[in-house]
């Protein structure tokens, strides 16, 4: 059975860190786009941060501040989330499939088809 299982939310102080993890069983993210997604109340799923192989995508809302990174050997993928803002308050989810993993630059969730169930950032001011 595939699972994406997302761990490392919590509750932080702005300004904070915070370092989420993506981990996969019964599914391999060798050769695949993996991405970190999240959505706040009422708005829509965006795109934060893609990694396949060496290539790296950030949502521009937080470029500089937050960093993917991947573990092939423990088939886990990270996501520090350094400089925390209330804006960055949300639902965060994992998801992977086979590239492409962006579209004209742009992380959009209609590409990613494996998803996990999410974890929950909260920024306080």
Known sequence: QVQLQESGGGSVQAG???RLSCAASGYTFSRKCVGWFRQ???KE???VAVVYMTSIYYGDSVKGRFTISQ???KNTVYLQMNGLKPEDTAMYYCAADPPPCVTDGDIRPGLFHTWG???QVTVSS
């Open 16 to 18: 904070g860190s915070l």
């Open 71 to 73: 573990d092939n050997a």
């Open 117 to 119: 169930q999410g974890t």
């Open 40 to 42: 706040a109340p009422g």
């Open 45 to 47: 799923r965006e795109g």
